[in-house]
Protein backbone atom coordinates (compact mmCIF):
# COMPACT_ATOMS: atom_id res chain seq x y z
CA UNK A 1 0.00 0.00 0.00
CA UNK A 2 3.01 2.40 0.96
CA UNK A 3 4.61 1.25 -2.54
CA UNK A 4 0.82 2.49 -4.36
CA UNK A 5 0.98 5.43 -2.49
CA UNK A 6 4.46 6.84 -3.52
CA UNK A 7 3.59 6.10 -7.30
CA UNK A 8 0.33 7.76 -7.08
CA UNK A 9 1.14 10.85 -4.82
CA UNK A 10 3.87 12.42 -7.80
CA UNK A 11 0.70 11.91 -10.53
CA UNK A 12 -1.83 13.50 -8.03
CA UNK A 13 0.29 16.66 -7.69
CA UNK A 14 0.97 17.25 -11.52
CA UNK A 15 -3.17 17.01 -12.00
CA UNK A 16 -3.51 19.62 -9.27
CA UNK A 17 -0.44 21.79 -10.35
CA UNK A 18 -2.37 21.30 -14.31
CA UNK A 19 -5.73 22.84 -12.69
CA UNK A 20 -4.27 25.69 -11.35
CA UNK A 21 -3.81 28.54 -13.58
CA UNK A 22 -0.11 30.46 -14.02
CA UNK A 23 -1.36 33.13 -11.51
CA UNK A 24 -2.11 31.12 -8.93
CA UNK A 25 1.08 28.63 -8.98
CA UNK A 26 3.75 31.39 -9.63
CA UNK A 27 5.08 29.17 -12.15
CA UNK A 28 4.11 28.96 -15.99
CA UNK A 29 5.27 27.08 -18.90
CA UNK A 30 7.98 29.54 -20.29
CA UNK A 31 9.25 30.02 -17.31
CA UNK A 32 9.75 26.15 -16.94
CA UNK A 33 11.08 25.90 -20.44
CA UNK A 34 13.75 28.52 -19.61
CA UNK A 35 14.43 27.41 -16.45
CA UNK A 36 15.74 23.61 -18.40
CA UNK A 37 16.75 25.41 -21.94
CA UNK A 38 19.20 27.78 -20.61
CA UNK A 39 21.16 24.96 -19.01
CA UNK A 40 21.32 22.12 -22.01
CA UNK A 41 22.37 22.61 -25.23
CA UNK A 42 20.66 20.19 -28.01
CA UNK A 43 22.70 18.88 -30.20
CA UNK A 44 22.28 14.98 -32.34
CA UNK A 45 25.56 12.84 -31.74
CA UNK A 46 26.40 13.54 -35.59
CA UNK A 47 26.47 17.34 -35.07
CA UNK A 48 28.65 16.85 -31.63
CA UNK A 49 31.17 15.09 -33.77
CA UNK A 50 31.34 17.40 -36.44
CA UNK A 51 31.74 20.10 -34.04
CA UNK A 52 34.61 17.76 -31.96
CA UNK A 53 32.70 16.96 -29.12
CA UNK A 54 34.29 14.38 -27.32
CA UNK A 55 32.85 12.41 -23.73
CA UNK A 56 35.22 10.74 -21.06
CA UNK A 57 34.53 9.29 -17.55
CA UNK A 58 35.50 10.94 -14.63
CA UNK A 59 37.92 9.01 -12.56
CA UNK A 60 39.88 9.60 -9.24
CA UNK A 61 43.68 10.39 -10.28
CA UNK A 62 46.66 11.45 -8.59
CA UNK A 63 48.31 14.13 -11.32
CA UNK A 64 52.05 15.31 -10.73
CA UNK A 65 52.55 18.55 -8.33
CA UNK A 66 53.97 20.97 -10.85
CA UNK A 67 56.55 23.61 -10.68
CA UNK A 68 57.08 26.21 -13.10
CA UNK A 69 60.24 27.43 -14.19
CA UNK A 70 61.71 29.69 -16.36
CA UNK A 71 63.95 28.19 -19.64
CA UNK A 72 65.55 29.34 -22.64
CA UNK A 73 66.41 27.06 -25.22
CA UNK A 74 70.01 26.99 -26.05
CA UNK A 75 72.58 24.69 -28.53
CA UNK A 76 74.00 21.83 -27.53
CA UNK A 77 77.62 23.11 -26.85
CA UNK A 78 79.24 19.94 -27.81
CA UNK A 79 77.84 20.28 -30.87
CA UNK A 80 78.84 24.15 -31.87
CA UNK A 81 82.34 24.82 -33.94
CA UNK A 82 83.49 28.26 -34.31
CA UNK A 83 85.65 28.65 -37.36
CA UNK A 84 88.60 30.98 -37.24
CA UNK A 85 91.62 31.24 -39.62
CA UNK A 86 94.75 30.02 -38.27
CA UNK A 87 97.27 32.62 -40.99
CA UNK A 88 96.58 35.78 -42.09
CA UNK A 89 95.28 36.98 -45.73
CA UNK A 90 92.66 37.78 -48.20
CA UNK A 91 89.54 35.93 -49.30
CA UNK A 92 90.34 34.39 -52.40
CA UNK A 93 86.96 32.33 -52.42
CA UNK A 94 83.34 31.57 -50.14
CA UNK A 95 82.09 28.21 -50.14
CA UNK A 96 79.46 28.37 -47.94
CA UNK A 97 77.21 31.02 -46.12
CA UNK A 98 74.33 31.54 -43.76
CA UNK A 99 71.75 28.39 -43.38
CA UNK A 100 74.14 26.30 -45.45
CA UNK A 101 74.56 22.78 -44.42
CA UNK A 102 77.76 21.20 -44.33
CA UNK A 103 79.24 18.25 -43.78
CA UNK A 104 82.55 17.65 -41.26
CA UNK A 105 85.30 18.14 -43.32
CA UNK A 106 83.49 20.88 -45.99
CA UNK A 107 85.86 23.67 -47.21
CA UNK A 108 83.34 27.04 -45.94
CA UNK A 109 86.65 30.13 -47.59
CA UNK A 110 90.07 29.85 -49.31
CA UNK A 111 92.50 32.32 -48.31
CA UNK A 112 95.73 33.90 -50.23
CA UNK A 113 97.99 33.72 -47.23
CA UNK A 114 101.53 34.98 -47.20
CA UNK A 115 102.48 33.62 -44.00
CA UNK A 116 101.33 30.11 -45.02
CA UNK A 117 103.91 30.68 -48.19
CA UNK A 118 106.60 31.77 -46.00
CA UNK A 119 105.68 28.82 -44.15
CA UNK A 120 106.05 26.72 -46.75
CA UNK A 121 109.63 27.96 -47.77
CA UNK A 122 110.64 27.21 -44.25
CA UNK A 123 110.02 23.60 -44.62
CA UNK A 124 111.54 23.34 -47.87
CA UNK A 125 114.56 24.89 -46.38
CA UNK A 126 114.34 22.82 -43.62
CA UNK A 127 114.37 19.62 -45.41
CA UNK A 128 117.01 20.80 -47.78
CA UNK A 129 119.42 21.19 -45.19
CA UNK A 130 118.36 18.28 -43.37
CA UNK A 131 119.38 16.21 -46.62
CA UNK A 132 122.78 18.22 -46.57
CA UNK A 133 123.06 17.20 -43.00
CA UNK A 134 122.20 13.54 -43.51
CA UNK A 135 124.64 13.14 -46.40
CA UNK A 136 127.84 15.15 -44.34
CA UNK A 137 127.37 13.05 -41.95
CA UNK A 138 127.03 9.84 -43.27
CA UNK A 139 130.23 11.03 -44.99
CA UNK A 140 131.95 11.62 -41.45
CA UNK A 141 130.88 8.02 -40.08
CA UNK A 142 132.84 6.09 -42.90
CA UNK A 143 135.85 8.64 -42.48
CA UNK A 144 135.97 7.91 -38.67
CA UNK A 145 135.55 4.43 -38.83
CA UNK A 146 138.46 4.57 -41.91
CA UNK A 147 140.32 6.90 -39.58
CA UNK A 148 140.50 9.79 -41.73
CA UNK A 149 138.30 12.10 -39.72
CA UNK A 150 138.54 12.82 -35.81
CA UNK A 151 136.15 12.36 -33.22
CA UNK A 152 135.97 16.37 -33.26
CA UNK A 153 134.82 16.43 -36.93
CA UNK A 154 132.39 13.72 -36.49
CA UNK A 155 131.02 14.96 -33.42
CA UNK A 156 130.09 18.49 -34.83
CA UNK A 157 128.52 16.80 -38.25
CA UNK A 158 126.47 15.08 -36.08
CA UNK A 159 125.47 17.96 -34.44
CA UNK A 160 124.08 19.67 -37.41
CA UNK A 161 122.64 16.75 -38.24
CA UNK A 162 120.55 16.80 -34.73
CA UNK A 163 119.87 20.82 -35.75
CA UNK A 164 118.14 20.05 -39.64
CA UNK A 165 116.21 17.58 -37.40
CA UNK A 166 115.13 20.37 -35.21
CA UNK A 167 114.43 22.89 -37.83
CA UNK A 168 112.61 20.38 -40.33
CA UNK A 169 110.28 19.42 -37.15
CA UNK A 170 109.69 23.04 -36.25
CA UNK A 171 108.79 23.93 -39.59
CA UNK A 172 106.34 20.99 -39.97
CA UNK A 173 105.05 21.93 -36.90
CA UNK A 174 104.52 25.46 -38.03
CA UNK A 175 102.01 24.03 -40.96
CA UNK A 176 100.08 21.77 -39.22
CA UNK A 177 98.95 24.79 -36.67
CA UNK A 178 98.20 26.49 -40.06
CA UNK A 179 95.99 24.04 -40.94
CA UNK A 180 97.82 23.46 -44.33
CA UNK A 181 99.08 20.47 -46.21
CA UNK A 182 100.22 19.19 -49.25
CA UNK A 183 100.31 21.60 -52.36
CA UNK A 184 97.93 24.44 -50.74
CA UNK A 185 100.80 24.94 -48.24
CA UNK A 186 103.04 25.45 -51.02
CA UNK A 187 100.66 27.66 -53.09
CA UNK A 188 99.79 29.80 -50.34
CA UNK A 189 96.50 28.29 -50.13
CA UNK A 190 94.71 28.66 -46.29
CA UNK A 191 91.74 26.67 -46.83
CA UNK A 192 89.22 27.12 -43.45
CA UNK A 193 86.79 23.78 -43.02
CA UNK A 194 84.31 22.66 -41.13
CA UNK A 195 85.14 20.79 -37.96
CA UNK A 196 81.54 18.88 -36.98
CA UNK A 197 78.62 18.71 -39.43
CA UNK A 198 75.49 21.16 -39.03
CA UNK A 199 74.22 24.51 -40.34
CA UNK A 200 76.16 27.81 -40.69
CA UNK A 201 74.98 30.50 -38.55
CA UNK A 202 77.20 32.49 -39.34
CA UNK A 203 79.71 34.12 -41.46
CA UNK A 204 82.05 37.56 -40.84
CA UNK A 205 83.61 37.28 -44.43
CA UNK A 206 83.65 38.87 -47.48
CA UNK A 207 85.54 38.67 -50.55
CA UNK A 208 89.05 40.16 -50.85
CA UNK A 209 88.69 40.80 -47.18
CA UNK A 210 92.27 40.96 -45.19
CA UNK A 211 92.15 38.55 -41.69
CA UNK A 212 94.18 38.49 -39.64
CA UNK A 213 95.39 34.99 -37.31
CA UNK A 214 93.29 34.71 -34.73
CA UNK A 215 90.96 38.22 -35.27
CA UNK A 216 88.13 36.09 -34.50
CA UNK A 217 85.43 33.52 -35.53
CA UNK A 218 85.17 33.56 -39.20
CA UNK A 219 82.14 31.04 -39.03
CA UNK A 220 79.76 29.53 -36.72
CA UNK A 221 78.81 25.88 -37.37
CA UNK A 222 76.19 24.21 -35.16
CA UNK A 223 73.62 21.26 -35.14
CA UNK A 224 69.92 22.36 -34.76
CA UNK A 225 69.03 18.99 -33.69
CA UNK A 226 71.07 19.33 -30.88
CA UNK A 227 69.67 21.66 -27.98
CA UNK A 228 69.68 22.46 -24.65
CA UNK A 229 67.23 23.59 -22.20
CA UNK A 230 68.67 25.30 -19.54
CA UNK A 231 66.21 26.29 -17.03
CA UNK A 232 66.81 28.82 -13.37
CA UNK A 233 65.80 27.17 -10.50
CA UNK A 234 65.11 29.29 -7.60
CA UNK A 235 66.51 28.42 -3.92
CA UNK A 236 63.14 27.51 -2.45
CA UNK A 237 62.75 24.96 -5.25
CA UNK A 238 66.45 23.04 -5.02
CA UNK A 239 64.79 20.40 -2.34
CA UNK A 240 61.93 19.45 -5.01
CA UNK A 241 63.67 19.85 -8.03
CA UNK A 242 65.98 16.68 -8.59
CA UNK A 243 67.97 14.89 -11.81
CA UNK A 244 65.28 12.45 -14.15
CA UNK A 245 62.28 14.85 -13.84
CA UNK A 246 59.79 15.22 -16.34
CA UNK A 247 59.51 18.40 -17.82
CA UNK A 248 57.24 19.91 -20.30
CA UNK A 249 57.76 23.09 -22.45
CA UNK A 250 55.40 25.11 -23.58
CA UNK A 251 55.54 28.64 -24.97
CA UNK A 252 53.21 31.68 -24.38
CA UNK A 253 50.23 30.25 -25.60
CA UNK A 254 50.82 27.47 -23.41
CA UNK A 255 50.93 24.45 -25.91
CA UNK A 256 53.52 22.16 -25.16
CA UNK A 257 56.59 22.11 -27.82
CA UNK A 258 58.42 19.48 -26.00
CA UNK A 259 58.82 17.01 -22.91
CA UNK A 260 61.76 15.88 -22.16
CA UNK A 261 63.66 14.86 -18.86
CA UNK A 262 66.63 16.89 -16.32
CA UNK A 263 69.73 15.33 -16.77
CA UNK A 264 71.69 17.81 -14.96
CA UNK A 265 71.83 20.43 -11.68
CA UNK A 266 74.55 22.42 -10.96
CA UNK A 267 76.00 22.58 -7.46
CA UNK A 268 76.14 26.22 -6.94
CA UNK A 269 73.63 28.90 -7.66
CA UNK A 270 74.55 32.17 -9.59
CA UNK A 271 76.48 34.70 -8.14
CA UNK A 272 73.98 37.58 -10.56
CA UNK A 273 70.93 36.02 -10.73
CA UNK A 274 70.97 33.57 -7.28
CA UNK A 275 69.43 30.63 -9.17
CA UNK A 276 70.91 27.66 -10.16
CA UNK A 277 70.96 25.74 -13.42
CA UNK A 278 69.06 22.46 -14.42
CA UNK A 279 69.47 21.30 -18.03
CA UNK A 280 67.56 19.44 -19.96
CA UNK A 281 68.35 17.88 -23.77
CA UNK A 282 66.17 18.29 -26.43
CA UNK A 283 65.31 17.29 -29.82
CA UNK A 284 64.16 19.99 -32.41
CA UNK A 285 60.65 19.11 -31.80
CA UNK A 286 59.76 19.09 -35.64
CA UNK A 287 62.17 22.65 -35.63
CA UNK A 288 59.70 24.86 -33.28
CA UNK A 289 62.70 25.16 -31.36
CA UNK A 290 65.21 28.00 -31.63
CA UNK A 291 67.76 28.46 -29.66
CA UNK A 292 67.56 31.65 -27.95
CA UNK A 293 63.83 30.89 -27.42
CA UNK A 294 62.37 31.67 -24.03
CA UNK A 295 59.96 28.92 -22.76
CA UNK A 296 57.90 28.14 -19.66
CA UNK A 297 58.69 24.48 -17.84
CA UNK A 298 56.17 22.51 -15.93
CA UNK A 299 58.96 20.10 -13.64
CA UNK A 300 56.99 17.20 -12.24
CA UNK A 301 58.44 17.60 -8.51
CA UNK A 302 55.68 14.70 -7.09
CA UNK A 303 52.33 12.85 -6.82
CA UNK A 304 49.41 14.74 -5.61
CA UNK A 305 47.12 13.70 -3.18
CA UNK A 306 44.17 11.65 -5.12
CA UNK A 307 41.38 13.74 -6.59
CA UNK A 308 38.67 13.55 -9.37
CA UNK A 309 40.72 15.78 -11.54
CA UNK A 310 39.45 16.73 -15.29
CA UNK A 311 41.48 18.26 -17.67
CA UNK A 312 41.29 22.67 -17.20
CA UNK A 313 39.35 23.17 -20.56
CA UNK A 314 36.92 20.93 -19.93
CA UNK A 315 35.40 23.58 -17.01
CA UNK A 316 34.07 26.40 -18.68
CA UNK A 317 32.85 30.18 -16.39
CA UNK A 318 29.42 30.29 -16.64
CA UNK A 319 26.70 32.12 -14.41
CA UNK A 320 29.10 33.49 -12.50
CA UNK A 321 30.60 30.39 -11.60
CA UNK A 322 32.58 26.73 -13.15
CA UNK A 323 30.56 24.00 -14.94
CA UNK A 324 31.27 21.01 -16.87
CA UNK A 325 29.02 19.64 -19.93
CA UNK A 326 27.34 16.05 -19.62
CA UNK A 327 25.98 14.11 -22.05
CA UNK A 328 22.20 12.99 -22.24
CA UNK A 329 19.74 11.98 -24.89
CA UNK A 330 18.95 15.20 -26.69
CA UNK A 331 22.14 16.72 -26.20
CA UNK A 332 24.49 18.17 -23.52
CA UNK A 333 23.69 19.75 -19.85
CA UNK A 334 25.93 22.73 -18.47
CA UNK A 335 26.64 21.48 -14.86
CA UNK A 336 27.71 23.86 -12.17
CA UNK A 337 30.36 22.26 -10.45
CA UNK A 338 32.91 23.79 -6.98
CA UNK A 339 36.68 23.53 -8.16
CA UNK A 340 39.25 22.83 -5.98
CA UNK A 341 43.30 22.80 -6.60
CA UNK A 342 44.66 23.33 -9.95
CA UNK A 343 48.14 20.75 -11.04
CA UNK A 344 49.33 21.35 -14.42
CA UNK A 345 46.48 21.58 -16.73
CA UNK A 346 44.26 19.11 -14.59
CA UNK A 347 41.51 21.09 -12.43
CA UNK A 348 40.37 19.12 -9.55
CA UNK A 349 35.96 18.88 -9.52
CA UNK A 350 35.05 18.96 -5.69
CA UNK A 351 31.40 19.07 -6.12
CA UNK A 352 29.17 18.32 -8.83
CA UNK A 353 30.70 15.33 -10.78
CA UNK A 354 31.14 12.21 -9.64
CA UNK A 355 33.60 9.64 -10.48
CA UNK A 356 32.48 7.16 -13.34
CA UNK A 357 29.83 9.69 -15.04
CA UNK A 358 30.90 11.35 -18.46
CA UNK A 359 31.34 14.49 -19.33
CA UNK A 360 32.73 16.52 -22.06
CA UNK A 361 36.69 16.34 -22.40
CA UNK A 362 37.08 18.03 -25.72
CA UNK A 363 34.76 20.76 -27.12
CA UNK A 364 33.25 22.21 -23.87
CA UNK A 365 33.63 26.14 -24.84
CA UNK A 366 31.84 25.23 -28.25
CA UNK A 367 29.15 24.34 -26.35
CA UNK A 368 29.31 26.86 -24.05
CA UNK A 369 29.16 29.23 -26.76
CA UNK A 370 26.24 27.61 -28.53
CA UNK A 371 24.77 27.78 -24.88
CA UNK A 372 24.99 31.47 -24.21
CA UNK A 373 23.94 32.08 -27.97
CA UNK A 374 20.29 30.37 -27.59
CA UNK A 375 20.80 32.64 -24.16
CA UNK A 376 21.07 35.73 -25.88
CA UNK A 377 18.50 34.95 -28.03
CA UNK A 378 15.93 34.70 -25.60
CA UNK A 379 16.62 37.85 -24.37
CA UNK A 380 18.56 36.79 -21.44
CA UNK A 381 22.14 37.95 -20.50
CA UNK A 382 23.98 35.07 -17.77
Same mark, same amino acid.
Given at each position: ?????????????? =??????? @???????? !???????????????????????????????????????? @??????????????? @?????? &??????????????????? &??????????????????????????????????????????????????????????????? =????????????????????????????????????????????????????????????????????????????????????????????????????????????????????????????????????????? &??? !??????????? &??? @????????????????????????????????????????????????????????
Amino acid at each position: MNARILIAAPLLAA =ALLSACS @PGETGYDD !HDDDHGHDHDHVEMSAEAARAAGVETARAVLSSPAEIIEL @PAEVRFDQDRVALVT @PRVGGI &VRALEASEGDQVESGAVLA &VLDSRELAALAGERRGAAAALALAETGYAREQRLLEQGIASQAEHDAAREALEAARARTRSAE =AGLRAAGAAGDDAEQGAHRLTAPVSGTVMRRDLALGQSVEAGSGPAFMIADETALWADMAVYPQHLAQVRAGARVLLSGDDGETLAETWIAFIAPQLSETSRTALARARLGDADGRLRAGQFLTARVEIGAAVEGLF &VPA !HAVQPYEGGWA &VFT @PDDHGFDARMVETGRRIGSQVEIVSGLAPGELYVVAGAFTLRAELEKSSFGDGHAH
